[in-house]
């Protein structure tokens, strides 16, 4: 018989975390969820909503508004606390602001005891994983960032659309920065096994150019978004279920997460969007793809662009 559950700490019950919590209930992906936020009245008010819904769920989840002693027997430890980017602001721009939060939920967090697995979802996400590595002193395979997951999500999304075909049968990857650098991997793109380079080169109604504008509309999708609600919350809620999900069944998926790099891709020292396996023990593997000369630039621009935002921050050397 199973002697524990699976617990599972939301911290943050902004538009994100709220959006996770019920796509988490609707996928009866936890035993136990708890709500954290220093807007009490929210939370509360967030778990009394959600446990109205348990009839219609899948499976019975228990969820409750708490505190930072829950996190002691926790699994895993989801961050979507911090400020908003707001319109005309990118996500570096939230670099100070949110680690300085990040600071202070990590030591409490730690503090409990907890050994589980940190998720992070908050912007800039690639630079707060790495403050939430430095902060926590756990080992850098449990400190994963959503990285380029939506983006890659989007990417999929909007070349399905373009090719008329299910969007869960297209392989292609973001990479990189969450952000304004990320690339596209053009080179390993393929539906069912044929590369996108060939199919449209076969067929007059494909071309490149289209190709260069769903990237585009990917890269930028962020901004269309915020310019039209506000904020962008259930794709990068899902995003964030798939990613719980992956962890906490054990299913070694390959994500584009936001992990560290020791020497991949040529460069060290950094939490960036790559694909990896993901597991009941955090990330397993690094996929290191073989990218083209023009791939492999605009990647390590990309990671030259967060070091140069880390650097005064961390106080890095290299």
Known sequence: MKSRVNRVILIGTGA??????????????????????????????????????????????KIWFGDYSDCEHADLVVLCAGANQKPGETRLDLVEKNTKIFKAIVEDVMASGFDGIFLVATNPVDILTYAVWKFSGLPKERVIGSGTILDTARFRFLLGDYFNVDTRNVHAYIIGEHGDTELPVWSHADIGGKLISKMIKEKEQYSQKDLDNIFLNVRDAAYHIIERKGATYYGIA?????????????????????????????????????????????IREIIELELSEDEQSRFSHSVDVLKDIMTPVFNQKS
């Open 16 to 61: 994100v975390g709220s959006s996770y919590a019920f796509a988490m209930l609707n996928q009866g992906v936890a035993e136990e969820l708890v709500l954290i936020d220093l807007n009490k009245e929210k939370s509360e008010g967030d778990a009394m909503d959600l446990n109205h819904g348990m009839p219609f769920a899948p499976s019975p989840t």
């Open 238 to 282: 899902m995003g964030l279920v798939r990613l719980t999900k992956a962890i906490l069944q054990n299913q070694n998926s390959i994500l584009t997460v936001s992990t560290y790099l020791s020497g991949e891709y040529g460069h060290r020292d950094l939490f960036i969007g790559v694909p990896a396996i993901v597991n009941r023990y955090g």
